[in-house]
C-alpha cells in the first residue's frame, strides 16, 4: 500500500472556530466546579484547581501581561521545566493573542540567542536565577528582549497586581481577535543535523491535533468505564508532544497535573500520589519501569519467575493480538491459568509501580520494541503508539483502540492522510500540519509540497494502512561496498539490553558496519553487585571481559535482524553516554550523529583498523 486516508467524520470535518483559550471560558462558564487540573502546594500535597479557579487565574495573568507591554502578535519566550505556570503563561498568552516560544530548560546560552533572535521574542518567563543567567549572558545582542520575568521570584503575583486595574472586557476583546489562523506558538526543532528551525504552529493546528485525539482515543483515558479521566503530564512542554497533551487535556476534560522530573526517585512517587488514569509517555519512560521491575526481582532473588512471567505476558498479549485479527484462536486454557498467577506475583506491581490505576497509555517520540509492548499489554497496560514531527503538531499516526498491531505506530489519525512516496519517504497531509518554517522560505519550500508534509522519514504501509517507521532518509549509511544500510533497527536492537544505555552505528563510506555503545549505570551498579564485583573506574569497566560478553549478546541479536552486509561486525564501550551538555544529544535524547562521530573520531578510527 502507498497512501492512507482516515477518513473524518461528519463532526470532525467541522472547521476550528476561536483559539486555544476559548476552552478555559468555556469549561468554566459550562461547569465551574469541574477540577481542571492538580497542583502541588508548597507542602507538596496534590490540591485540586477548578475549572472557574483557573479561568480566573489566566484572566489575572492575561491583565499583567498587557499592562506589561505584551500586544496581539507579540512572541513571548517560556524557558521553563514542566510546571503549573508553563501552562497558565500559555493560556494567558493565548488568551490575548501572543505567540509562545518555548525553550528546553537545558539550552546553552547560543541556543538561547539563535531562538530568541530569529523570533524577534520581545519578552521571556524564565524558571529560576540560572535561566535567567543564561539569557543575561547573550541580552547584548537583542536589542528586541525588553523583559525577563522569573517564575522562582514570584512574577505570577507581580503581573496579577500590575493587570489588577485593567478591566476584564480588554481581555475578552483581544480573545475575540484570535482565530484557528492565527499563530499559537513557534517551536524549534532539535537540530540533529543543523541550526534548529522555527515550527509556525497555529491555533487551527492544535485544535485539530487535540480533538482528532479525543474523539477517536476518549476511550483509552479511563481506566474504567465511568471514571474521572486524569494524567500526570512530565513530558517536557517545550516540545510538541507535551504542549499536544497540554492542550488536549483541557479541551477533553481530563484533569491533569505537572511533574517536572523524568527520572525515577521523582517520578514514581508523584505516579503513585496522582494515581493517574492513563499517560502520555516516550518508550524510554517504559523501559525504565521494565528494567526497575526486573532489577527488583533479581535482588529479591526471584530473577527466573520474573522472567518466567515474561514471557507469558508476551505469549497472551500476542495471542490476544492474533485474535483481534482473526488469525489466532486466543489464550489457550493452560496460557489464561498462568497468566492469571502472574497477575497477581508480578503485573499488578509492576500496575503499582505507575499508580495503580492505569491501563492505559500512548508513547510517541521514537520506535518502541514489540516485545516491551507485547509486556506491557500482557501485564494489563495497553500501550498505544504512534508517530508525528513537531511540523505535524505531534501525532499523525496511532494505533486504534479496537485493534493494536505492535511493532507499528498505527493509522492515520481521523483526517489525516498518510503517503509513502516512491523512495519510501514518509508525507502526511492533515489539518495538523503546521504553517512553514520561520523566516526560512527555503525549508519550507523544500518540506511542504501542495499542503503535504515531506517527513524525511522512511516507513511502510501494510495492506490496513498501518504504518511502519524503518529509518531517516539523512541518516542511512552507504558502506565504501555500496550497501545502504538503516542503522535505526540495529541502534533499537542493541539498547533492549538492560545494560546498554545508548547505542550509535557507523560505517558511511567505511568497508562494514560498526557500533559504540555506551552503559546504563544504574543497571552496571545492579549487574556489578548481583555478581559480587567491586565497581571499577568508568575507563576500566569498559575493559571487563563479562560485561564485554554481554553487550556482544546485544550485538548478536541485533544482527539477526539484518543480512550479513548490514551487521554490526565490532563494537567498542564507551566510558561515559552522550550528553546534551557536550552537544552530543538533542534536547529531546535524539543523537546528533555528526557531532558524535567527530567527538569520537579517534575510537571510530580503531574500530576499523586491521
Not at 485525539?213 to 517536557?236: M, N, Q, Y
Not at 507535551?242 to 492542550?247: A, K, S, T
Not at 500496575?351 to 516485545?371: E, H, K, Q, V
Amino acid at each position: 500500500m502507498r497512501e492512507f486516508t482516515n477518513p473524518a467524520t461528519e463532526r470532525e470535518s467541522e472547521p476550528p472556530v476561536g483559539g486555544l483559550a476559548d476552552t478555559v471560558f468555556d469549561n468554566a462558564r459550562t461547569d465551574p466546579l469541574h477540577i481542571a487540573l492538580g497542583r502541588k502546594d508548597d507542602q507538596g500535597k496534590w490540591r485540586d484547581v477548578t475549572a472557574a479557579e483557573f479561568r480566573d487565574e489566566v484572566v489575572a495573568l492575561a491583565k499583567g501581561l498587557l499592562a506589561q507591554g505584551v500586544r496581539f502578535g507579540d512572541r513571548v519566550a517560556i524557558m521553563s521545566r514542566t510546571r503549573y505556570e508553563w501552562t497558565l503563561f500559555d493560556f494567558a498568552l493565548w488568551t490575548i493573542g501572543a505567540q509562545v516560544v518555548p525553550i528546553y530548560p537545558t539550552s546553552s546560552a547560543e541556543q538561547c540567542f539563535w531562538m530568541l533572535h530569529d523570533a524577534e521574542v520581545t519578552s521571556a518567563v524564565v524558571e529560576h536565577e540560572d535561566h535567567a543567567m543564561t539569557i543575561a549572558t547573550v541580552i547584548g545582542r537583542l536589542p528586541r528582549l525588553r523583559q525577563l520575568w522569573q517564575l522562582d521570584a514570584n512574577c505570577v503575583r507581580e503581573l496579577y497586581d500590575a493587570g489588577a486595574h485593567l478591566d476584564d472586557d480588554v481581555v475578552h476583546r483581544h480573545r475575540a481577535a484570535v482565530t484557528p489562523e492565527s499563530t499559537a506558538t513557534v517551536i524549534y526543532t532539535s537540530g540533529t543535523t543543523g541550526r534548529p528551525k522555527g515550527c509556525v504552529l497555529s491555533h487551527g493546528n492544535f485544535m485539530f491535533e487535540a480533538d482528532a485525539v479525543i474523539r477517536r482515543w476518549e476511550s483509552v483515558f479511563h481506566s474504567k468505564k465511568g471514571d474521572e479521566a486524569s494524567t500526570l503530564l512530565f513530558l517536557p512542554l517545550a516540545h510538541v508532544f507535551g504542549r499536544m497533551v497540554e492542550v488536549a487535556a483541557l479541551r477533553g476534560r481530563v484533569r491533569f497535573g505537572h511533574q517536572p522530573q523524568l527520572h525515577a526517585a521523582a517520578l514514581l512517587p508523584d505516579l503513585a500520589a496522582f494515581r493517574p488514569t492513563f499517560i502520555l509517555a516516550v518508550p524510554y519512560i517504559f523501559e525504565k519501569v521494565f528494567n526497575s521491575a526486573r532489577r527488583k526481582a533479581e535482588k529479591d532473588g526471584k530473577a527466573t519467575p520474573f522472567e518466567k512471567a515474561v514471557d507469558v505476558a508476551v505469549k497472551y498479549a500476542d495471542a490476544l493480538e492474533a485474535k483481534a485479527w482473526g488469525i489466532g484462536p486466543g489464550p489457550s486454557a493452560g496460557l489464561r491459568m498462568q497468566h492469571q498467577l502472574f497477575d497477581k506475583l508480578v503485573y499488578s506491581k509492576v500496575r503499582a509501580a505507575m499508580g495503580g490505576r492505569i491501563r492505559n497509555a500512548m508513547s510517541g517520540g521514537s520506535a518502541m520494541d514489540r516485545r516491551l509492548g507485547l509486556f506491557f499489554a500482557g501485564a494489563g497496560v495497553q500501550i498505544y503508539e504512534g508517530y508525528g514531527l513537531t511540523e505535524s503538531t505531534a501525532a499523525a499516526t496511532a494505533n486504534p483502540p479496537e485493534r493494536t498491531r505492535y511493532g507499528t505506530v498505527g493509522q492515520a489519525v481521523p483526517g489525516v492522510s498518510v503517503h509513502v512516496a516512491d523512495d519510501g519517504e514518509v508525507w502526511l497531509h492533515g489539518g495538523n500540519v503546521f504553517q512553514g518554517y520561520l523566516n526560512n522560505p527555503k525549508a519550507t519550500d523544500e518540506t511542504l509540497h501542495d499542503g503535504w508534509l515531506a517527513t524525511g522519514d522512511l516507513g511502510s504501509l501494510d495492506e490496513d494502512g498501518y504504518l511502519t517507521i524503518t529509518g531517516r532518509k539523512k541518516e542511512i549509511l552507504v558502506t565504501s561496498g555500496g550497501k545502504s544500510v538503516s542503522p535505526g533497527v540495529l541502534e533499537e536492537r542493541v539498547r533492549d539490553h538492560p545494560l546498554v544505555n545508548q547505542c550509535i552505528v557507523v560505517g558511511n563510506d567505511r568497508p562494514y558496519i560498526a557500533a559504540l555503545v555506551t552503559l546504563d549505570q544504574e543497571a552496571v551498579d545492579h549487574w556489578l553487585q548481583m555478581r559480587g564485583k567491586p565497581r571499577p573506574a568508568p575507563a576500566e569497566l569498559v575493559h571487563d571481559a563479562d560485561l564485554e560478553t554481554e553487550v556482544r549478546r546485544a550485538v548478536v541479536a541485533a544482527n539477526t535482524l539484518v543480512s550479513q552486509a548490514e551487521s554490526i561486525r565490532t563494537f567498542r564501550i564507551l566510558a561515559q553516554p552522550f550528553t546534551e551538555e557536550h552537544g552530543l544529544l538533542t534536547p529531546s535524547l535524539k543523537l546528533k550523529r555528526k557531532a558524535i562521530e567527530k567527538a569520537y573520531e579517534h575510537e571510530v578510527e580503531a574500530l576499523y583498523r586491521s
